[in-house]
């Protein structure tokens, strides 16, 4: 069922959903993906059980919603001119969402639960942010400081690879360092067509 919610933006409507969302990210980031309750979540939004099943059809619905906004209030993604500039500002944004502690357990929890159960999850975090990010890339490229057959989502997905791998498959800590590392090896890859197809990058480094 389609949340009503995201097309009357303004009110008490949005209020409602906003309080609700952050419940149930409260209760992703506490308890976990398996154990998230829609009775814990209208109790702490103040809401009745069935608002929840009227709006997003139940647990799913709601869970992937909530993970889609949570990925988008937390994106700060730069305009400042300058490909180089632009994606370590990204990589700032994402190290501090990492290194935040409710952002960090949620992130853990959507990544690291049963595979299965987490797939749409995951889809639809990765799915929101790249959306957000494309316009940083394609900039870039009309600004011709990429080439123009650079794949978009490749440039944003190595971005940010090193600095989940470091939190979810090392444990390490995420650094403002790392992140400026990441953005500039990505930023050097983009420029030498490292992301276009191979014909593309052949035309491109001559």
């Known amino acids: 069922m389609a949340d009503t919610a995201r097309r009357r933006p303004g009110g008490r409507t949005a209020r409602v959903r906003e309080a609700v969302l952050r419940a149930t990210v409260d209760e992703l980031v506490s308890r976990g993906t398996a154990d998230v309750s829609l ?22 619905g709601l869970v992937l919603d909530a993970v889609e906004w949570y990925g988008v209030a937390r994106a700060d993604v730069p305009d400042t001119g300058s490909f180089d500039d632009d994606l370590r500002g990204w990589a700032r944004s994402i190290q501090r969402m990492l290194t935040d502690p409710a952002a960090s357990a949620l992130v853990r929890a959507v990544f690291t639960g049963d595979r299965v ?90």
């Open 117 to 206: 159960q987490t797939r749409p999850l995951r889809q639809r975090f990765w799915q929101s942010r790249l959306e957000l990010v494309r316009p940083l890339v394609e900039r870039a490229i009309q600004r011709g400081e990429v080439p123009a057959g650079t794949d978009v989502d490749e440039v944003v997905r190595h971005l940010g690879a090193p600095l989940y791998y470091r939190l979810l498959v090392l444990d390490e800590p995420v650094t403002p360092r790392s992140a400026d590392l990441a953005a500039a090896v990505t930023a050097a890859a983009a420029r030498a067509g490292a992301f276009c197809g191979p014909d593309q990058s052949r035309s491109y480094s001559l």
């Open 39 to 60: 009775d814990a979540i209208a109790r702490r939004a103040g809401v009745n059980k069935a608002t929840l099943y009227r709006r997003w059809g139940g647990h799913a």
